[in-house]
């Protein structure tokens, strides 16, 4: 593996890559865990402009690396609202380099805990960090309703 990636916040000449990689992941990463009339329900109509609302506010993270963007993440006080890691480098450790700096934005301002919307195949890495399910439901995208798991972090 490369060096340890640069964990900074995005800039608007990312929102291509950033558009690339979260299709990749849910391409890849999600279609073991839902249909493929899900993924492409809910990827439909995304395009790189639809990143530069929480790159413009400083919401979005990224973990780059010598051979790029490796991954990225959105959190505000008390939710993650996402995060993505490029498919080639998935269990080596970017996800949880990117959560741990989502958690500080996230725990800022303690309202009522942290939560996320996990997928239903990344809830056990959100377990290993100390979140637990509170439910599980599904979000419309576009056309569908993607399963979802929601979860509340308890703490280290």
Not at 50 to 64: L, S, T
Not at 114 to 129: D, G, H, K, L, P
Request: hydrophobic share 40%.
């Amino acid at each position: 593996m490369e060096a340890s990636p640069l964990i900074r916040r995005a800039q608007l000449s990312d929102a291509a890559a950033l558009h690339s990689l979260h299709t990749a992941a849910v391409r890849t990463i999600c279609s073991q865990a839902y249909a493929p009339e899900i993924v492409d329900g809910w990827l439909a109509g995304r395009s790189p402009v639809g990143y530069r609302p929480p790159i413009e506010r400083g919401d979005m993270i990224v973990a780059e690396g010598a051979s790029g963007i490796l991954g990225f993440g959105e959190a505000v006080p008390g939710t993650i609202v996402g995060l993505y890691v490029r498919p080639d480098v998935a269990g080596r450790g970017i996800g949880s380099l990117l959560l741990r700096h989502l958690l500080t934005v996230a725990c800022r301002e303690p309202l009522q805990g942290v939560r996320v919307e996990s997928t239903i195949n990344a809830s056990s890495f959100y377990e290993r960090f100390g979140f637990r399910e509170v439910h599980r439901t599904a979000v419309q995208r576009n056309n569908v309703y993607v399963p979802v798991v929601e979860m509340e972090y308890a703490g280290a």
